[in-house]
């Protein structure tokens, strides 16, 4: 196993302080973010308007540290569901959702997850670890398809804001002109509500957010989301109410629709009421049965009733179409808490 240092992942400040500490020039660090993160190289030798003499200094300590794909289950609907490697018997899901106008990548940002949402598979598995921001990237760069996906959205295992710091690195790296140049605009950050990574988030990125709600009743939440006991959905509104969002940065707020628990008109009022003011989308989404758990999926009629009934007071409001359900890839079905010793030959 080679213990050098991936290149991948870093920014580009970062890159010119290490390039500096070997005494190359200052600008062989811009050379190498846009052989990672445009020309796609995957070995120092191909950076080949570097010196000889540099890449030869710069791989005694340094690889680029991309990795590869471990598994992918293919849908009938033609998502596919990838399985990265994380560390030593750990892994991580990875969701790429093809469409006719778009391709989105649904990346993960922790192997695990702490919050144990009731309708949610990678709580189960308890948290084993943060991602880096290398390692969430390589999420994008590690599939084949890489260079065709046209949005992200950072809604796979793990909560993004209990790991900020490598997130918002990330976020820089896919955005900046000198890394992937991504338009935040086609970047969506979702969060159960750690109101101090909210604010961080819409501080230092120009990325979308969407808020997981789920209920608008704090004593119903706090069943279904732990999280609503420590950061309540009231003072999480009032964080977002604050931002100014338009059409360059949107927040969307996400909610399952669980059968006679969250799907009346009580519950719709209660959201008419509660998203008064601010400028979002509430995506209406279908709960995918998981094993022993009471919660069921609202009917079809049901989940377009809720929709109209927001529309019609003036919350705007849509049905997420679900995808890769068969695969185990939609909402909330992604975990590998039962994958151990998977290799790339399955």
């Not at 196993?1 to 062989?28: I, N, Y």
Request: glycine share 8%.
């Amino acid at each position: 196993m080679s213990t050098r240092e991936k290149l991948f992942g870093k920014d580009l400040e970062e890159l010119k302080s290490l390039t500096s500490f070997l005494g190359l020039p200052t600008f062989t660090g811009g050379q190498i973010t846009d052989w990672l993160y445009k020309k796609g190289a995957v070995s120092i030798d191909e950076m080949t308007n570097i010196s000889k003499n540099g890449r030869d200094l710069l791989k005694k300590r340094f690889n680029v540290g991309i990795s590869g794909v471990e598994r992918v289950d293919p849908a009938s609907d033609g998502t596919k569901k990838y399985l990265f490697k994380a560390g030593e018997d750990r892994f991580i899901e990875t969701a790429f959702i093809p469409e006719e106008k778009r391709n989105t990548l649904c990346v993960s940002t922790q192997v695990g997850c702490r919050w144990s949402c009731k309708f949610c598979m990678t709580g189960r598995q308890g948290f084993r670890g943060d991602l880096t921001a290398g390692e969430i990237l390589n999420q994008l760069r590690g599939i084949p398809e890489w260079r065709t996906v046209s949005n992200i959205v950072y809604m796979g295992m793990g909560e993004p804001f209990d790991n900020t710091e490598e997130v918002l690195k990330s976020l820089a790296i896919l955005t900046a002109p000198w890394g992937f140049g991504m338009s935040p605009r086609r970047i969506t950050v979702s969060t159960i509500g750690i109101i101090p990574g909210i604010r961080r988030f819409l501080a230092e990125s120009s990325c979308n957010l969407a808020v997981s709600l789920h209920n608008p009743f704090s004593d119903e939440r706090v069943e279904l989301m732990p999280v609503e006991g420590k950061y309540p959905l009231k003072e999480v509104l009032d964080v977002v109410r604050a931002y100014p969002f338009d059409f360059a940065r949107r927040v969307t707020f996400e909610y399952i629709l669980f059968e006679d628990l969250n799907d009346s008109e009580r519950h719709a009022r209660e959201l008419v009421r509660i998203l008064h003011g601010i400028k979002g989308r509430v995506n209406l989404i279908s709960f995918h049965n998981l094993p022993e758990t009471p919660l069921r999926s609202s009917k079809r009629e049901t989940v377009e009733w809720f929709r109209d009934r927001l529309n019609n007071s003036g919350v705007r409001a849509t049905i997420r179409r679900s995808r890769g359900e068969d695969i185990q890839a939609a909402c909330g079905l992604l975990s590998t808490k039962t994958l151990h010793g998977v290799t790339s030959e399955e």
